[in-house]
Every structure is written in structure tokens, then in C-alpha cells.
């Protein structure tokens, strides 16, 4: 079964500081994303990267910044964090090619003070 | 602009009953087709999943019902369970990455 961990299951910052999300897989895959999830908004593509050290754009990356220095892991990153960044973010991992699911870690409940 | 849009918001079934959530997308290339279903706490996991050359899939209790010339598709849960309780979503994909999901149904059973 394919595993993917995020490393922290609830998170508490304050305004203004940098935070780290830090989600790792264990399947090899290409793929890995970045989502938040919220109530009534499901859930919306931050960053995704298709390969080490590539990233691209989802539907809201204002505000965060990714980085994939290994194929395994992929990390989140707020760079000053604010109120409106609290949320449940959830890092999928996805294998190539057409017709493979993306496997979800169980988030990182996060508020920011 | 919501690319999978996903109805209805919350559903309430009798134990026993059929629950039934529907979705509709307008990319005619999307390719995959998946259901997540996701426990309070948990992240999504994938319940059944469809390619759009075949009109329906069954899975024990799960079926997914596809209709390509009218873009949508539905989950029927069949013999509705208090432990099917959960929010699922509706996912659509083209060839490539993007996952494009919908905003989530929140099912309760009631025993």
C-alpha cells in the first residue's frame, strides 16, 4: 500500500512566522501535491511538482512556496504566516501515467494566532 | 471557475437506503474519474474509480453510473451503513497531474 505521511497532525503558529509542512511517500511516484481543504470549498490545489526540483502553480499559491529537493518528499511552506492560512492542508502523492489515483496523507490541521 | 461541480452539499439516508451523489464536469477531456470517501480526522481515500469508455462500475456496494454525452456522474451507495457516514468527492483528471475535485457531499446514515 502506498504511504504517505505528513509530518505533523496539528500545527499552532503564529502570525508572521515561517512555516514548514513537510509530507513524504514511500510509492516512488513522479507526483506529489499540495491542497487545503476548508468547509464548503473542498479542497483546492496549492503547488504540485511532477519531478524533483520542478513545481508548478495550482488554483491558490499566493502566499506559499514548495520545494522538492528529493523524489520522496515535498515540502510546504508559508512564508509569513497569516490568519486566513488556517486550515487542513493535505499532501497527495501520484504514480505516471493516465488513470492512476492520488493517495492522500491524513493532513496537517493548521492554525495560525 | 469550478471545473466538477458536486451535489448534493449533505445527504440523510435511512439505514438500509440508497444514497446517491451526483456530479457534472465540461472538459471533454477529462479521462479519469475517481470517488474519495473521507472519515473526520483522515485524509481521502479512493473509493472506486471510472474511465469514461465504460457506462457504469460496481464495487460490492459501490457502483459508479456514467453518462458521457451528458458529462456527469454519480456514486450509488447501496445498503446504506451508519459506517459509510462520511464526506465524498467527486474527481475528475485529464491526461497529465491536475486532479480536479469537487466540493464534497457529507452523507449521514441513520441506523
Known amino acids: 500500500d502506498v504511504k504517505v505521511t505528513q509530518s505533523s497532525r496539528y500545527l499552532v503558529k503564529r502570525t508572521g512566522e515561517k512555516v514548514f509542512l513537510e509530507c513524504v511517500q514511500d510509492?516512488?511516484?513522479?507526483?506529489m501535491f499540495w491542497y487545503r481543504q476548508d468547509p464548503g470549498l473542498g479542497l483546492r490545489l496549492i503547488y504540485f511538482?511532477?519531478?524533483?526540483?520542478?513545481?508548478e502553480k495550482g488554483d491558490i499559491p499566493e502566499g506559499y512556496s514548495v520545494s522538492r529537493e528529493k523524489k520522496e518528499r515535498f515540502s510546504l511552506i508559508l512564508e509569513s504566516a497569516s490568519t486566513n492560512q488556517t486550515s487542513m492542508y493535505l499532501c497527495a502523492s501520484r504514480g505516471g501515467g493516465g488513470g492512476q489515483p492520488q493517495h492522500f496523507g491524513d493532513g496537517t490541521r493548521l492554525s495560525i494566532l | 471557475q469550478q471545473q466538477v461541480k458536486q451535489s448534493p452539499q449533505s445527504l440523510i439516508v435511512q439505514k438500509g437506503g440508497i444514497s446517491i451523489i451526483n456530479c457534472a464536469y465540461e472538459n471533454t477531456a477529462f479521462d479519469y474519474f475517481p470517488w474519495y470517501q473521507q472519515f473526520p480526522g483522515k485524509g481521502p481515500a479512493l473509493l472506486i474509480a471510472i474511465r469514461p469508455d465504460v457506462s457504469e462500475k460496481k464495487e460490492g456496494r459501490f457502483t459508479i453510473s456514467f453518462n458521457k454525452s451528458a458529462k456527469q456522474f454519480s456514486l450509488h451507495i447501496m445498503d446504506s451503513q451508519p459506517g459509510d457516514s462520511a464526506t465524498y468527492f467527486c474527481?475528475?483528471?485529464?491526461?497529465?497531474?491536475?486532479?480536479?475535485f469537487g466540493t464534497g457531499t457529507s452523507l449521514t446514515v441513520i441506523p
Open positions: 510509492m516512488d511516484h513522479e507526483n
Open positions: 474527481a475528475a483528471s485529464m491526461p497529465g497531474n491536475q486532479f480536479y
Open positions: 511538482s511532477y519531478d524533483v526540483k520542478m513545481k
